[in-house]
């Protein structure tokens, strides 16, 4: 996730420890609440007078390779679901849209639950819940998922000017509470690579796989600027 300061990974040629750590990205607005609630106020105003949903964080894709690896793991409809996160709640509808039943999507933003709400209900999905919550502080409401979901969520995390640090850990021990003993966490970040992510949700966490995401090549050498992975809960 770039506002123009960031680049969108760490350097890989530092230590591994050392390309988990704080250090790695400069603070950002987009790791404060309130760039969400004024982003968020502005969609909401869009969606009312035009219906457009606003901005789909990594493009349709990003979805669609989630949701093709769930048929693939056969993750059953009535599975609990958690969007982390949720912003305009797009990726519950595609959920929803996809036959699961399940649904439910925070974000600590009330101008982005407002906004979720109004788009759940033009598309007549009144079941799928919507919280505002946050992530880092649910005060053990957040339990028993089956697949957890964050797109772009741990990156503005990451990015919080305040503390960044504590914002992760927090952030990992949320992810344990909520999810089920083998439950599946799909992360899609701009911010980190594998080795990074990989580094990070390594405890009570086993990695299942990463989803192919599109590469580039520079200066003869090739990366991804999204990456996308799947782990599993491991008590
Ligand atoms: C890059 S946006 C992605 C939104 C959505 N996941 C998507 O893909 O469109 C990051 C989202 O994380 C939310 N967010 C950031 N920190 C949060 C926290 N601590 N708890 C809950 N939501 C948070 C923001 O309000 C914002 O909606």
């Known amino acids: ?54 901005e789909i964080w990594f493009g349709e894709e990003s979805m669609s390779r989630v ?18 996160g949720t912003g305009n709640a797009v990726f519950l509808v595609e959920l929803a849209k996809h036959g699961y039943k399940n649904l439910m999507g925070i974000d600590y933003s009330a101008a982005s639950v407002e906004l979720a709400r109004n788009v759940l209900l033009a598309e007549d999905l009144m079941d799928v819940t919507v ?29 919080n000017p305040d503390n960044a640090k504590e914002g992760k850990r927090l952030y990992v021990e949320a992810l344990k509470d909520a999810l089920k003993d083998k439950g599946f966490f799909s992360i ?16 009570g966490f086993e990695f299942v796989e990463e989803l192919p995401t599109p590469s580039f090549k520079f200066g003869g050498k090739s990366g991804n600027s999204v990456t996308a992975l799947i782990f599993k809960r491991v008590l």
């Not at 911010?191 to 405890?203: A, D, G, H, I, V």
């Open 188 to 203: 899609t970040s701009c911010n980190w690579t594998k080795e990074q992510l990989l580094e990070r949700f390594s405890e």
């Open 131 to 159: 919280k505002e919550m946050d992530f880092l502080n649910g005060q053990g409401e957040l339990k028993g998922f089956d697949v957890c979901i964050d797109k772009g969520t741990f990156d503005a995390i990451s990015l």
């Open 1 to 54: 996730m770039e506002d123009g300061n960031e680049s969108p990974h760490g350097s890989t040629s530092e230590p591994e420890e050392d390309r988990c750590s704080e250090e790695d990205f400069g603070p950002s607005k987009l790791g404060t609440k309130e760039y969400w609630e004024d982003a968020y106020e502005k969609e909401l105003e869009t969606f009312k007078d035009i219906g457009d949903v606003g």
């Open 67 to 84: 949701l093709r690896w769930m048929d693939k793991a056969k993750i059953a409809e009535n599975a609990a679901i958690l969007d982390i």
